[in-house]
């Protein structure tokens, strides 16, 4: 979750040549700043006073409510980044073993989400309109000091169960999911990979964490969201497909349009958001298919602009392409793991603050979707700097970690 910047050797005149996949921190610096968006205008749609006609002035913000497609983002880059180092190597080996690889997961994910989780109880305990019921939709985060809530948290646990998962800070749910599945990527999807290949594996993913939703047999685990293992395996596809120097990949790397297939799979996004209205199936079923649609689009956008990158003569970038690279959000998404972890509770405060004050329903939307996302922006970099930069380099102090953290597997 940190900067996806990374070296790839070329022979070129003979000359080591750095590739930069700066665009993968501006998609995640994007998916950040959209998830704080999303969060934001929940905070003004449920607003116990905001008038019915200053929810119509904002029905074209609608839009924002497809906030957790930026979560299926962050999961398919997982699956990219880490792949990746494993992908170039000869052996197709996590470095140093399942242990060392957990354990450099661990110094990376770990110190940041409890530094978070931390914060977060200490806002709920302080602030006096954090702690009580109000009925409004931060109430979710409530009750927060029962035990099992704090050690399911604290245990990265909370997702298991709908009694605990929107607790503290709500957003955390994710980082549980996503530490499970690195569990899953090193002792089950990588020994698939290396015995049956990716494509296989990745069907396999697809099918077995998501056929139980599909089903309606897990309702109970709905938030627990486990589909993002296929979602995972499709990020790894991508990085198979763009890096390993086995035949077959580079073959389906040279014969297949990804671009085109991005196009496609996006365009069946907007079908399935539509086919909601139309087939009532049942929620959880909807996010399956709408999440598997949202990941092989990523996956192919991915390929494709990797490759675009790669090319001899990358020539003029695509218009998206030079957005996602732009300084930015670049920038952002050095520290978005910050800004995720932290904005949540900070909007609720904000809000808080903004409701006490005499304004106009219409300027309190406005500084809600404008000025709150600003300040939480201001405030996860400084949290960045005392809780997350310092473990983006290596338990000794001396040697630092590649700038490509997440992809140190």
Same mark, same amino acid.
């Given at each position: 979750?940190?900067? =996806?910047?990374?070296?790839?050797?070329?022979?070129?005149?003979?000359?080591?040549?750095?590739?930069?996949?700066? %665009?993968?921190?501006?998609?995640?610096?994007?998916?950040?700043? @959209?998830?704080?968006?999303?969060?934001?205008?929940?905070?003004?749609?449920?607003?116990?006073? !905001?008038?019915?006609?200053?929810?119509?002035? +904002?029905?074209?913000?609608?839009?924002?409510?497809?906030?957790?497609?930026?979560? /299926?983002?962050?999961?398919?880059?997982?699956?990219?980044?880490?792949?990746?180092?494993?992908?170039?190597?000869?052996? $197709?080996?996590?470095?140093?073993? @399942?242990?060392?690889?957990?354990?450099?997961?661990?110094?990376?994910?770990?110190?940041?989400?409890?530094?978070?989780?931390?914060?977060?109880?200490?806002?709920?305990?302080?602030?006096?309109?954090?702690?009580?019921?109000? #009925?409004?939709?931060?109430?979710?985060?409530?009750?927060?000091?029962?035990?099992?809530?704090?050690?399911?948290?604290?245990?990265?646990?909370? #997702?298991?169960?709908?009694?605990?998962?929107?607790?503290? #800070?709500?957003?955390?749910?994710?980082?549980?999911?996503?530490?499970?599945?690195? +569990?899953?990527?090193?002792?089950?999807?990588?020994?698939?990979?290396?015995?049956?290949?990716?494509?296989? /594996?990745?069907?396999?993913?697809?099918?077995?964490?998501?056929?139980?939703?599909?089903? $309606?047999?897990?309702?109970?685990?709905?938030?627990?969201?486990?589909?993002?293992?296929?979602?995972?395996?499709?990020?790894?596809?991508?990085?198979?497909? #763009? =890096?390993?120097?086995?035949?077959?990949?580079?073959?389906?790397?040279?014969?297949?349009?990804?671009?085109?297939?991005?196009?496609?799979?996006?365009?069946? @996004?907007?079908?399935?958001?539509?086919?909601?209205?139309?087939?009532?199936?049942?929620?959880?079923?909807?996010?399956?298919?709408?999440?598997?649609?949202?990941?092989?689009?990523?996956?192919?956008?991915?390929?494709?602009?990797?490759?675009?990158?790669?090319?001899?003569?990358?020539?003029? !970038?695509?218009?998206?392409?030079?957005?996602?690279?732009?300084?930015?959000?670049?920038?952002?998404?050095?520290?978005? %793991?910050?800004?995720?972890?932290?904005?949540?509770?900070?909007?609720?405060?904000?809000?808080?603050?903004? !409701?006490?004050?005499?304004?106009?329903?219409?300027?309190?939307?406005?500084?809600?979707?404008?000025?709150?996302?600003?300040?939480?922006?201001?405030?996860?970099?400084? =949290?960045? !700097?005392? +809780?997350?930069?310092? =473990? /983006?380099?290596?338990?000794?102090?001396?040697?630092?970690?590649?700038?490509?953290?997440?992809?140190?597997?």
């Amino acid at each position: 979750m940190a900067h =996806f910047v990374y070296e790839k050797l070329q022979t070129q005149n003979a000359l080591p040549v750095r590739l930069h996949l700066e %665009y993968l921190d501006g998609l995640r610096g994007l998916a950040a700043l @959209f998830i704080v968006l999303y969060h934001a205008y929940q905070e003004i749609y449920f607003s116990p006073d !905001l008038p019915v006609l200053s929810q119509k002035i +904002f029905i074209p913000c609608r839009v924002l409510w497809q906030g957790p497609i930026a979560v /299926t983002t962050f999961i398919v880059l997982s699956g990219y980044c880490l792949m990746l180092p494993v992908a170039r190597s000869k052996a $197709g080996q996590l470095r140093d073993g @399942f242990g060392g690889y957990i354990r450099r997961r661990a110094w990376r994910i770990l110190p940041p989400y409890y530094a978070a989780l931390i914060f977060s109880l200490l806002l709920i305990a302080l602030v006096p309109g954090l702690h009580t019921l109000r #009925n409004m939709r931060s109430d979710a985060k409530l009750p927060a000091f029962t035990p099992s809530v704090l050690v399911s948290h604290f245990a990265l646990l909370h #997702n298991l169960s709908n009694d605990w998962v929107w607790k503290i #800070n709500c957003p955390l749910w994710s980082v549980a999911t996503e530490w499970q599945i690195y +569990f899953i990527f090193g002792l089950i999807l990588l020994p698939c990979w290396r015995r049956i290949g990716i494509v296989a /594996t990745t069907l396999l993913a697809v099918i077995v964490s998501a056929m139980p939703w599909l089903c $309606g047999k897990l309702s109970n685990m709905d938030h627990a969201c486990f589909w993002y293992i296929g979602l995972f395996s499709m990020g790894m596809a991508a990085a198979v497909i #763009n =890096f390993s120097p086995d035949i077959k990949s580079q073959w389906s790397a040279k014969r297949f349009p990804y671009g085109r297939y991005a196009f496609i799979f996006g365009l069946m @996004f907007l079908f399935t958001l539509l086919g909601k209205k139309i087939v009532h199936l049942p929620h959880s079923a909807n996010s399956v298919l709408t999440d598997i649609v949202l990941g092989l689009f990523f996956s192919s956008l991915l390929i494709h602009y990797t490759q675009k990158l790669q090319a001899p003569d990358v020539g003029k !970038l695509p218009p998206l392409l030079r957005f996602l690279s732009s300084p930015p959000l670049v920038g952002i998404g050095l520290f978005s %793991y910050s800004l995720y972890l932290t904005h949540f509770l900070l909007l609720s405060v904000t809000h808080d603050a903004l !409701l006490a004050m005499p304004l106009a329903p219409l300027l309190r939307c406005l500084l809600m979707l404008l000025g709150a996302p600003l300040a939480c922006i201001a405030f996860a970099y400084g =949290f960045y !700097l005392i +809780f997350e930069r310092p =473990f /983006t380099t290596a338990k000794s102090g001396r040697k630092p970690l590649p700038l490509a953290v997440a992809t140190d597997a």
